[in-house]
């Protein structure tokens, strides 16, 4: 299994970034997906996460602001990020738990400036 996030960088608070995860060698429709991040000095959190049946949960920080979706036919992952906040800047990572293992991609930077 192997996922590959992309679409992290450098944004102005109030502006907006996307990013996708891209899966491969897992029956992707089948997976519920997870983005986590991790900011400096702080523990790894669950942002959101998307079931195979498209349910949809948050955390209550980015409740609002951000959307998960899932494209089955690209086996993509992805995260709308809008309204965005410095407390928002970590590494963000896509997740997936595939025959009793974790498999995590390799992050993708985001940083909001004030």
């Known amino acids: 299994v192997q996922l590959q996030a992309s679409g992290g960088g450098l944004v102005q608070a109030g502006g907006s970034l996307r990013l996708s995860c891209k899966a491969s060698g897992l029956n992707f429709r089948l997976n519920t997906m997870t983005w986590y991040r991790q900011a400096p000095g702080k523990q790894r959190e669950l942002v959101a996460s998307?079931?195979?049946?498209?349910?949809?949960d948050y955390v209550d920080s980015v409740n609002g602001r951000f959307t998960i979706s899932r494209d089955n036919a690209r086996n993509t992952l992805n995260l709308q990020m809008n309204s965005l906040e410095p407390e928002d800047s970590a590494a963000y990572y896509c997740?997936?738990?595939?025959?009793?293992?974790?498999?995590w991609g390799q992050g993708t930077l985001v940083t909001v400036s004030s």
């Open positions: 997740n997936t738990r595939w025959k009793a293992v974790n498999f």
């Open positions: 998307i079931t195979s049946s498209g349910i949809t």
